[in-house]
């Protein structure tokens, strides 16, 4: 295995959101390699039956079209291609090394590679014209964005009328019984994994920080709401290890 890159990350309460925001782009342009296996492994496969999940909560109606932002390297867009063949998709990340990686996977599916394409783009500034999509989904992606307010509201623009938000992110179980577990896993036993397999295991305690510093479900189904969404439902998974919120553009 190659020589571990040494980075060390503020924690995310101390960051600021332009360092935060250079500090994700470097962790996921120096995890790339190892991102899918490792997600795989520390969720122990259940990354797998959360997207399909959401995927399953998908409606499309108007434009047949889905744009999946933070895309990384493409498991949720590639699952939306999968399950509904006639929707096109969209996916977009700010990071040069996801992206490649998504298209490098997305060239194997013959299936539905031409209805899958990239583009590099900030959540904030989405190259779209308002009103393009019927859903915007965003997997694991949503706490890296220091402005996610912000994020949803762009994601509201190019949705249409009566149009989907679909938010898959991971956060400390809102039982009692559980948060110990889950930090003990996060703190301790997640990095030491991460360590054996990537350059960069500093990375994965950032993600652990990020994690358990996500806010509650309430708080951030309220944040959907003020960013107009309307119908908020959010669907806890894997005893509340990962949450599905879901949300209608439109009052």
Not at 147 to 158: H, K, T
Not at 187 to 207: E, G, Q
Request: glycine share 6%; with cysteine; net charge positive.
């Amino acid at each position: 295995m190659k020589e571990s890159l040494r980075r060390e990350y503020a924690p995310v309460k101390d960051l600021k959101p332009d360092d935060h925001i250079k500090m994700v782009q470097d962790i996921f342009s120096t995890i790339t390699g190892k991102y899918d296996f490792l997600n795989h492994l520390l969720s122990f496969r259940r990354d797998v039956a959360w997207r399909r999940f959401a995927a399953r909560k998908m409606h499309f109606s108007v434009t047949r079209r889905y744009l999946d932002v933070a895309t990384g390297t493409a498991d949720l867009a590639l699952e939306v291609a999968r399950r509904y063949p006639e929707v096109q998709v969209i996916g977009v990340d700010f990071v040069l090394e996801m992206l490649e990686k998504a298209v490098e996977k997305s060239a194997r599916r013959d299936k539905i590679r031409d209805r899958v394409h990239f583009v590099q783009a900030d959540a904030l500034a989405l190259p779209f014209a308002d009103a393009s999509f019927d859903v915007v989904g965003i997997a694991f992606g949503i706490r890296n964005i220091p402005d996610r307010l912000g994020a949803l509201r762009e994601f509201s623009r190019v949705l249409v009328d009566g149009g989907q938000v679909v938010v898959l992110e991971m956060q400390s179980p809102e039982q009692k019984m559980l948060r110990p577990l889950c930090t003990f896993y996060l703190r301790h036993v997640l990095p030491r994994l991460a360590r054996r397999f990537t350059r960069n295991p500093a990375a994965y305690l950032y993600l652990a920080d990020s994690i358990l510093h996500f806010p509650s479900s309430d708080r951030f189904s309220g944040m959907m709401r003020d960013a107009g969404f309307a119908d908020v439902r959010n669907y806890p998974l894997t005893l509340g290890i990962t949450r599905l919120y879901v949300g209608r553009k439109g009052q």
